[in-house]
């Protein structure tokens, strides 16, 4: 007889499939490239202006970035492809059937100066991005906040077509009900449930697994980006590094990261808005449960509390801050990897603890290929306190931001992130901003 689920279960089932969702290209582009996609349904001729303000963040993560399939980085190259080719009903794989004509368009159209891309001052959303795009007749423009593809206004002609404020869509779980179910549970909950759902419930999360898996093959078949899953891989067959889990934990994970920041035209797996923070969650995983020689509904179960380990830690601070959310990821991970070593809760918190003892101060200093270094620093800090937790040992509460209680740590770690970490936020976009000019 199939067992029936409680509302919590429910909801946190939703949440992973709301928070978790392929994603094609950086995210902070891509939805600058669904909003010009958007706007462009409403056009008829051919496209002769795109303007958009962004705001700070989205810039920070969108700068640096490759949009697929391009071979450019950068914002405007996104809206213009996303206008140009643009498919509005793909949500995050918006640029999926783009053609080489498209693309040529998209570029003649930077060319042609037609397309401006500004941060928008004194903007109080953290992911905002308003985007007009207009042909020799008409004019529309829309405005995407708070997440990469919640679309909030369409103006047409100066008037408005779409407000949520007075349309929003019924879901059977809102995300208001997520946040409160996210707010509530703790990390003794959330693995309670992972390891006593039905795992046909939870088997979908197996798609993370194929989808990044393959991200990985082709970072390390071709090269993108910094290449760095190549690289260490090389390093392997010439003996400065030692062929055993550690190292396959991190060249697979980087490749993924590689190709998805270097341009590859395969969707990501994401977690939390972030296709890194998707690839973090999923591939060590995916690794040591290949090691261990683990069944599908293990690695179903592993897949789920490492994604689940990710939002629940991400939601409890800005969508884009200072603190590198793969970092963050990789603590599912950590928590994942101790419970597919040995099936307690103690060695997955305790390895949680570890992790923030470790790498809690890693920047984000905006998307760009060298995310994968991040990615891979965070896999590789994931394994060695899984190696600690399993010989009884962790970070401790006499030691820093970390307290006696994991629960606790996380919340004093996403209090530097919420509050402290704004400042440093502020400074590194300054940075940036500065570089940009200078590039210019």
């Not at 404020?165 to 549970?185: D, F, G």
């Not at 570890?354 to 990615?375: E, R």
């Amino acid at each position: 007889m199939k067992k029936s689920l409680s509302t919590c279960w429910k909801t946190l089932i939703s949440a992973v499939k709301q928070h978790v969702k392929p994603a094609l290209g950086c995210t902070e582009p891509i939805s600058l490239a669904l909003a010009a996609a958007t706007a462009a349904d409403y056009l008829k001729k051919p496209i002769t202006l795109i303007h958009a303000e962004v705001s700070p963040n989205l810039m920070k993560n969108g700068m640096g970035v490759t949009v697929p399939g391009t071979g450019m980085v950068g914002l405007p190259i996104a809206a213009a492809l996303g206008a140009i080719a643009g498919d509005s009903k793909a949500g995050l794989e918006v640029l999926k059937n783009a053609t080489p004509e498209q693309i040529d368009i998209s570029k003649a159209l930077l060319t042609s100066n037609a397309v401006r891309v500004v941060i928008k001052k004194e903007c109080e959303e953290v992911l905002y991005c308003e985007v007009t795009v207009a042909d020799e007749d008409s004019r529309v423009t829309v405005i995407i906040a708070g997440n990469h593809t919640n679309i909030v206004k369409i103006i047409f002609n100066g008037d408005i077509v779409f407000d949520k404020t007075v349309s929003e869509t019924q879901q059977l779980v809102s995300p208001c009900q997520i946040k409160q179910a996210l707010n509530n549970t703790n990390t003794q909950e959330i693995y309670d449930f992972v390891t006593q759902v039905p795992v046909e419930e939870i088997s979908f999360i197996l798609d993370a697994a194929h989808l990044n898996d393959a991200l990985s093959k082709e970072g390390l078949t071709h090269s993108y980006g910094l290449h760095i899953g190549q690289t260490l891989q090389r390093q392997q067959q010439r003996g400065l590094l030692a062929k055993d889990l550690l190292s396959e934990i991190m060249i697979r994970t980087s490749a993924a990261s590689d190709a998805r920041m270097g341009g590859a035209i395969l969707p990501a797996m994401s977690n939390s808005g972030s296709g890194n923070q998707g690839i973090a969650a999923t591939m060590p995983v995916v690794v040591v449960a290949e090691y261990l020689q683990a069944d599908d509904e293990k690695l179903a179960r592993a897949l789920i509390l490492s994604h689940l380990l990710a939002i629940y830690i991400h939601h409890k601070f800005p969508a884009l801050s200072a603190l590198c959310a793969a970092t963050t990821a990789s603590m599912g991970a950590a928590g994942a990897i101790a419970w597919l070593m040995e099936e307690r809760y103690e060695p997955m918190a305790m390895a949680i603890s570890s992790m923030i003892g470790d790498i809690s101060g890693v920047i984000c200093d905006g998307a760009s290929n060298s995310c994968a270094m991040k990615v891979s620093t965070g896999a590789s800090a994931a394994y060695k306190a899984v190696l600690m937790a399993l010989d009884n040992t962790c970070v401790t509460g006499n030691d820093g931001i970390v307290t006696h209680n994991v629960d606790t740590t996380i919340e004093n770690l996403c209090a530097l992130a919420s509050r402290a970490m704004q400042h440093t936020d502020v400074q590194i976009i300054e940075i940036m901003e500065h570089k940009s000019v200078a590039i210019a």
